[in-house]
């Protein structure tokens, strides 16, 4: 549902600010970046900056509570996370008054991750994602456990719901140019399941922990070399550690580069073991293998345009056609990445 267009407002923002905050800002600019909120830049009047996040639906604000509450879990153990500013009533998230908000601490003088991991981003990527699965795997909400590497993926409804996006779009009388190659790009990867099936069951048991939930490259603050920040967690939920991992390890913004990445990944790997001793070797070993079975078996963004067509905007057309070509990489160099890892960790 479109947020009401009085939510957008600046002056309702600065409203908030005033009320929950008892902060006079100075300046106040829209940020356009986003999809579950609106996002500004303010500067208030002592010339400090912030980064305020405004929630569009009301009804995810217990979730949104419990990613904050993560966030600071994670920066209270030496995570580069911003610090989140709470309300003159001590709350997290300001959701008293019309403007539901959290405020934090602006990132200044970086960018994200979107532009591939290069050079010595490779080992401080991988130092700070050790420090942060380090930290987690202490969050009260679950234990790190082991299981097997199957439930990655569910094999029955990764092809039912490929069946679904097939039939969805070949009934359709006439298609757009991105939905003719989301259709093509679906017919390809659900003639790979099998090979999906076959990597996952070749694979050890995995390790299965509280993570951060969306750690791909827009979620990571870079400055030049150096992690300036993690942001944008998710609710605590266990997640495999090597799926974590390969979200932004194998994120295909990096893949597309070139070859680099089968000499980096390594780099980054022993970054993060440095930082992480305890990590299981198997874990990280499989970081490849599960990225292209989990990345092969998803249907995102090809069903976008029947699942939510006001998501389909040229930057996830764009990321679309990256992220097939990258799982279509990764298969192609998977066994000698998976051999170079075994020998190189």
């Known amino acids: ?16 600010l005033i009320v929950a905050y008892g902060m006079q800002p100075a300046q106040i600019t829209r940020i356009a970046a986003g999809t579950a909120t609106l996002n500004f830049h303010i500067t208030d009047h002592e010339g400090d900056q912030w980064f305020a996040k ?11 509570r419990a990613a904050v509450e993560l966030a600071e879990f994670a920066r209270a153990g ?20 019309p403007l539901p908000m959290s405020l934090w601490e602006y990132v200044a003088d970086a960018e994200t991750a979107e532009g591939g991991l290069t050079g010595g981003r490779w080992q401080a990527v991988g130092a700070v994602l050790g420090r942060l699965h380090r930290r987690l795997a202490e969050h009260p909400a679950a234990a790190p456990t082991v299981r097997p590497a199957a439930g990655l993926k569910d094999a029955d409804r990764s092809r039912a ?52 939930g969306d750690l791909a490259s827009p979620n990571l603050m870079l400055r030049g070399d150096d992690v300036a920040a993690v942001i944008d967690f998710m609710p605590p939920t266990p997640r495999y550690v090597s799926w974590e991992v390969a979200r ?42 599960v990225g292209c079975a989990y990345t092969l078996a998803s249907t995102y963004p090809l069903a976008e345009p029947l699942d939510d067509p006001t998501a389909v905007t040229p930057s996830l057309k764009t990321y679309a056609q990256a992220r097939h070509q990258a799982a279509l990489t990764l298969l192609s160099h998977l066994t000698d990445t998976q051999d170079l890892l075994h020998d190189q960790t």
Request: net charge negative.
């Open 78 to 97: 030496g995570v580069p996370v911003p610090g989140v500013r709470r309300t003159r009533a001590g709350e997290l998230i300001e959701d008293a008054g």
């Open 161 to 212: 719901r490929f069946d679904w996006l097939i039939t969805e779009y070949s009934r359709r009388g006439t298609l757009s140019p991105f939905e003719e190659w989301a259709l093509d790009a679906a017919k390809q990867r659900r003639g790979l399941l099998h090979k999906v099936d076959a990597i996952l069951a070749r694979l050890p048991k995995l390790t299965e922990q509280v993570v951060h």
């Open 1 to 16: 549902m479109r947020e009401p267009s009085r939510l957008t407002g600046e002056q309702m923002v600065a409203d908030t």
């Open 54 to 64: 405004v929630y569009r639906d009301r009804a995810a604000l217990q979730n949104e």
């Open 248 to 289: 932004i390890g194998c994120d295909p913004r990096t893949i597309l580069l070139g070859d680099q990445w089968i000499t980096g990944l390594p780099d980054l790997l022993a970054a993060y073991r440095d930082e992480h001793p305890a990590a299981r070797a198997e874990d990280l070993t499989s970081t490849v293998a």
